[in-house]
């Protein structure tokens, strides 16, 4: 069983930037489409980033597009998600979810419930 561990979150001021990973084990990173989510209290839990298994397609929330960036280290097997530009409605729990995927395909997932295993979350906190 594929097991994930989100690193990175913290708290940063309006306009600064984080870098989020997620530590994929238990099983091969290249086997999985990847995403990240994010969730407030009281929320659902809303896509943000979305990459496929060998990284050459990635697809982005509105709302982040532009100033977030997924990308996949499939010899490391992890997959980060870079953040610039941050305001205050960026605040959230940020979890990394995957699905395995055949190994021809190179689809992504933004639909929560395409997603079959989930890590813990890290908060991350932007202050104004």
């Known amino acids: 069983q594929v097991q994930l561990v989100e690193s990175g979150g913290g708290l940063v001021q309006a306009g600064g930037s984080l870098r989020l990973s997620c530590a994929i084990s238990?099983?091969?990173?290249?086997?999985?489409?990847m995403g990240w989510f994010r969730q407030t209290p009281g929320n659902k839990r809303k896509f943000v980033a979305a990459?496929?298994?060998?990284?050459?397609?990635?697809y982005y929330a509105e709302p982040v597009n532009g100033r977030f960036t997924i990308s996949r280290d499939n010899a490391k097997e992890t997959v980060s998600l870079e953040m610039n530009s941050l305001s205050p409605e960026d605040t959230a729990v940020y979890y990394c979810?995957?699905?395995?995927?055949?190994?021809?395909?190179?689809?992504?997932?933004?639909?929560?419930?395409?997603?079959?295993?989930w890590g813990q979350g890290t908060q991350v906190t932007v202050s104004s």
């Open positions: 979810a995957a699905v395995e995927v055949p190994s021809l395909s190179s689809a992504y997932y933004t639909g929560i419930h395409e997603y079959d295993v």
């Open positions: 238990g099983r091969t990173g290249s086997w999985y489409a």
């Open positions: 990459v496929n298994r060998n990284g050459s397609s990635k």
